[in-house]
């Protein structure tokens, strides 16, 4: 083959290889999710759709009164979970005659549908004394919120103090919204001060 020869099928050999490129994406994207290549399937797993820095959600009732506020530091949205992972959640939620509850931890995790908030890490929880109530705060942490329900619930350690009294146990189950109740499920043990 001469020097002619040779310059004039560069060109066909171009036009082969990219045909052969373009058919062995066009295959790599038909294959079932288990048959891709693992760089291919890296690249749309754990990759967040969208995020934001400084995340605000606010619900209203019925009534058009303040029911919940959701604030983070960081959000990011994950379409193949459905999830929404959270740095820094706070959660405040209103009643209508008692100065709001107050949850924060150090991470969580919104289910696909926005009921179901898990508080990863530390958790602490607070209410302001108001008319008829007591200051109160709460330690544990890896809480589960069923925001719905105004219910929250947990397996670890977990310490109410309320001044000068204080009690810890092991677990908890919690309504925010009248009538309030406060369970700790096991190795209970109360101080109060009668001074």
Avoid: C
């Amino acid at each position: 083959m001469n020097n002619a020869s040779l310059k004039k099928s560069i060109p066909y050999l171009l036009a082969f290889s990219l045909a052969g490129l373009s058919w062995w994406l066009v295959e790599i994207f038909r294959l079932p999710e288990d048959e891709k290549p693992k760089s291919a399937i890296l690249s749309t797993q754990n990759s967040p759709d969208y995020f934001s820095k400084g995340y605000l959600k606010k619900e209203m009732d019925e009534n058009g009164l303040l029911k919940s506020q959701l604030a983070a530091k960081e959000m990011r949205h994950y379409s193949d979970k459905g999830e929404t992972h959270m740095t820094n959640p706070l959660m405040t939620l209103y009643n209508s005659d008692e100065p709001p509850w107050v949850i924060q931890s150090e991470s969580g995790i919104l289910s696909n549908n926005g009921t179901n908030l898990l508080l990863k890490g530390k958790v602490f929880i607070h209410r302001n004394k108001g008319e008829g109530v007591r200051e109160l705060g709460i330690e544990t942490s890896n809480l589960n919120v069923k925001l719905k329900e105004s219910y929250a619930e947990g397996t670890e350690w977990t310490r109410i103090t309320s001044l000068p009294h204080w009690t810890t146990g092991t677990g908890i189950q919690m309504t925010f919204k009248k009538p309030i109740s406060l369970k700790l499920l096991a190795n209970v043990k109360s101080y109060y001060d009668t001074k």
